[in-house]
């Protein structure tokens, strides 16, 4: 009797050790990859509250759209394996030409996407990044393009009073941290010296028209997403009591209405309009105009208000600052123009550059 158990035995015993060694090298090797994936990746919580698995090491980023094209521009320039849109064309002498031809994909949001899927997945980028207000379906959006891509994909929150966030996420996000916290740092302090001075004008605000379209009459009026730079800096936007339209061309008005309100100051957005309102007889019944107040937004690249609504705003906080308020905005605005396309946009501009940019912009 205790010789059949002593076989049984031996018999179980044999038989698990076949088990284990059939079974063993496919669950080693699945063992092996998971710690091999958590060794090389790790899980990064975006704005959005997805928790993402990402490389540890990242050196290879895509935009998702224009905005997220700029900050990345000013973060992580070398990191990028291609762009949304082509630079603007009046940038193209500044911009380093590598950065021009990297390849174009279009954009994720917008009226009519225009993201060519197959070319961003060529590119092969490690991560696509997302940056911008917050719209409500963005963690579903973010997911259904890591599911279609396999490709990770996070969103980064961005409004102008975040950006010094924005770059710390980012720092978290792409390892490139001394760079990132000087852009924070910046931002950070442009927008508490913005809000001290805000404090100081209350007072004395002076009031403001913002002028584009063909004829000048197109506009954002108070309470849309571009005109925010208005309330940052503590200046009146005449245009009230109208719905504020923050896509396309903005709000309409006519001269009579500007006639009624008469602006402090008017920004044109371009050379066309800055040349209408300084030589067309019909405006030269306005105040602001008689008394050579009318100035032009500097647009190179991007336009200093913030079209689009970027990291751009953050200089044009201090040139629309200095230019309304130049006791309580006491700077160089050459020298400030200067330093942001040095840390933001990697352009080195000299003196030359610097007057054409500001042509009909300064006082």
């Not at 980012?170 to 927008?191: D, I, M, W």
Request: hydrophobic share 35%; net charge positive.
């Amino acid at each position: 009797m205790h010789q059949i158990k002593r076989w049984v035995l031996i018999g179980l015993s044999f038989s698990l050790l076949i088990m284990a060694g059939c079974g063993g090298p496919k669950q080693q090797a699945t063992s092996q990859s998971k710690q091999t994936e958590a060794t090389k990746t790790r899980v990064f919580k975006d704005s959005a509250g997805r928790k993402v698995r990402v490389p540890k090491k990242i050196t290879r980023i895509a935009p998702s759209g224009p905005l997220a094209q700029m900050v990345l521009y000013s973060s992580v320039p070398n990191k990028l394996v291609g762009i949304a849109s082509a630079f603007p064309d009046d940038a193209k002498n500044l911009i380093p030409k590598k950065y021009q031809k990297l390849p174009q994909f279009g954009q994720f949001y917008g009226k009519s996407s225009t993201l060519n899927m197959e070319a961003l997945s060529a590119a092969n980028p490690q991560v696509i990044i997302d940056i911008g207000e917050p719209k409500d379906s963005v963690k579903t959006d973010m997911a259904k393009l890591q599911k279609q891509l396999d490709i990770p994909t996070v969103f980064i929150k961005a409004d102008m009073n975040s950006m010094p966030q924005t770059y710390r996420k980012l720092a978290q996000l792409t390892g490139n941290r001394q760079h990132n916290q000087k852009l924070a740092a910046y931002c950070q302090q442009v927008l508490k010296h913005a809000k001290t001075a805000r404090e100081k004008v209350k007072d004395q605000q002076k009031s403001i028209y913002y002028a584009s379209g063909k004829s000048g009459l197109n506009t954002n009026a108070a309470g849309s997403f571009h005109a925010q730079i208005f309330d940052t800096i503590g200046v009146k936007n005449v245009v009230t009591g109208v719905t504020a339209a923050s896509q396309g061309s903005g709000t309409t008005v006519s001269l009579e209405q500007l006639l009624k309100w008469q602006p402090d100051y008017i920004l044109a957005e371009n050379k066309a309009v800055y040349q209408l309102i300084k030589s067309d007889s019909s405006w030269q019944q306005l105040t602001a105009v008689k008394e050579n107040r009318v100035y032009l937004v500097p647009s190179t690249p991007y336009n200093f208000l913030g079209f689009p609504p970027s990291v751009n705003r953050i200089l044009g906080i201090q040139w629309l600052g200095h230019l309304i308020y130049p006791d309580v905005y006491q700077l160089n605005v050459k020298q400030t123009v200067q330093d942001f396309y040095q840390l933001f946009y990697h352009i080195h501009l000299d003196d030359q550059q610097t007057t054409e940019i500001l042509q009909n912009a300064v006082r």
